[in-house]
């Protein structure tokens, strides 16, 4: 849906900037003052019943973006149902007590609706929508009803429908293939049995989406109402809104909806190093293959989640030293970097595409140079500059759609602007010890797909 790629794993920051925005649109970015850059502020509110409600003004803005983040994601499925917090989610969207068979949608375009929709992530689900600020009481109703009574229309007719949906998606996203599901091997290398990431064993092994036929009604109910409660969400609105008559929309629509009666439990963050270098390989036929390297890296928000986006962009982008060394001038067709960050922990990953007749150890001597390289020299200061003013460059491009700062706003519970002070404060003393602390050359994961394992001829 229109937000799934901004909002999974820190709102999947987009990486691949061209090479040249940059140098287009940098003078203007550097000029603005630090405030200017960081105006965003967040005023944040918990009701009777547990919900927080968070609200950033932006004053003169036409529109308002309204989000709602459940604390639930793919990390919540139980074994043996995959895919059961992606059913609800489209479960969401197909009626509630008030609003009839795919309502939802109608309602909010009768009322100037722009954008709305919603996705699944490791951690939260997270729905919203951008529309003219008059029509925010309506956006309030629909969440509320959807949030109290969606299991009054929910049948055994809805779950079906919605479990050939899911499968659908599931088999055009490659269900079975490694290397599409690449990096879902990677993190049962890089988190161990017992952390909240670590992706069992069934899960992998198994090709097939049979775990959708196990879900019915009752499973639904069960995880609908253990789940998406009042005291594990947290409403976002983002527009030209007063605070306290957004505060009291909030408690009118949402204060009378009951809670769980159950504090929410959830494991806290739990970032274990590697001890040892570990690999993996999965020997697969195909065109292609793939080399990743990666390590777990520390949650997001933190100051070494920062410093990794700025050194993933670093190597990352077009003229990036991974790019010009595996891409331009080795046998890979594609090479990215990313911190893929989590709540409870993160994945710094470097990841390799190539023929599948390309050796393996060529690919891997290549990374290893780049890393080698990383760790001897750092990021030059003028070249960290860039790398940081294209975030930043990023980050104000996505702060333009009010659904975008709700959505960011519902899953941080700050404004999308603080992320500009985040990346600011990274500097080449944080990447130089960030390096050396989180990327290891003598600790990390290596997962081979289909590649051959010969040397380079």
């Known amino acids: 849906m229109g937000l799934e790629r901004y909002g999974q794993e820190v709102l999947s920051r987009r990486r691949l900037l061209a090479a040249g925005l940059g140098a287009g649109l940098g003078a203007g970015v550097a000029g603005l003052a630090p405030s200017a850059l960081a105006r965003g502020r967040a005023l944040t509110r918990r009701l009777g019943n547990g919900l927080t409600v968070a609200v950033e003004v932006e004053p003169r803005a ?8 459940y604390g639930v994601g793919q990390r919540h499925d139980p074994i043996g149902y995959r895919q059961l917090a992606h059913l609800v989610e489209h479960l969401l969207f197909q009626g509630s007590a008030h609003v009839p068979e795919d309502g939802h949608f109608g309602i909010l375009e009768a009322h100037g609706v722009t954008e709305q929709g919603g996705f699944t992530g490791g951690d939260r689900t997270i729905v919203y929508q951008e529309l003219p600020k008059s029509a925010l009481p309506v956006a309030l109703w629909l969440e509320a009803d959807r949030m109290a009574y969606m299991l009054h229309h929910a049948d055994p007719a809805g779950i079906a429908f919605q479990r050939e949906v899911v499968r659908n ?39 097939d989406t049979s775990d959708l036929d196990a879900i019915g009604f009752a499973e639904v109910a069960w995880f609908f109402q253990r789940y998406y409660r009042p005291e594990r969400a947290t409403l976002a609105i983002v527009g030209d809104v007063e605070p306290e008559a957004a505060f009291a929309l909030a408690e009118r629509y949402f204060g ?12 806290p963050p739990n970032l274990q190093r590697l001890a040892q270098s570990i690999e993996g390989h999965i020997d697969v036929t195909g065109e292609r293959g793939a080399l990743l390297v990666g390590w777990p890296t520390a949650p997001l928000g933190t100051v070494e989640d920062a410093a990794l986006d700025v050194i993933a962009t670093h190597l990352a982008l077009p003229d990036g030293p991974l790019v010009q060394s595996l891409v331009r001038r080795g046998p890979a067709v594609e090479a990215t970097a990313r911190q893929s960050s989590g709540e409870l922990g993160s994945g710094f990953y470097l990841d390799v595409v190539a023929p599948g007749r390309v050796a393996a150890l060529d690919v891997a001597r290549r990374v290893e140079e780049n890393l080698i390289d990383l760790h001897q020299r750092g990021i030059e200061p003028g070249r960290q500059a860039r790398v940081v003013r294209e975030l930043v460059l990023e980050l104000l491009a996505a702060a333009e759609k009010p659904a975008a700062r709700a959505v960011h706003l519902a899953r941080r519970q700050q404004s999308l602007y603080r992320e500009i002070d985040r990346y ?10 960030v390096l050396r602390g989180a990327l290891p050359l003598g600790r990390r994961a290596t997962l081979r797909v289909g ?6 001829a």
């Open 62 to 69: 036409p529109r308002i973006g309204v989000a709602v983040a």
């Open 256 to 267: 009378t909806i009951r809670n769980s009666g159950q504090p929410p439990l959830e494991p």
């Open 451 to 456: 590649l051959s394992r010969g040397e380079a």
């Open 424 to 433: 600011r404060a990274v500097t080449p003393e944080i990447v130089a010890e």
């Open 169 to 207: 998606e599931w088999r055009q996203r490659g269900l079975g293939d490694p290397l599409v599901s690449r990096h879902v091997y990677l993190r049962q290398l890089l988190y161990p049995p017992g952390h909240p990431y670590h992706v069992p064993v069934q899960n992998l092994e198994r090709a």
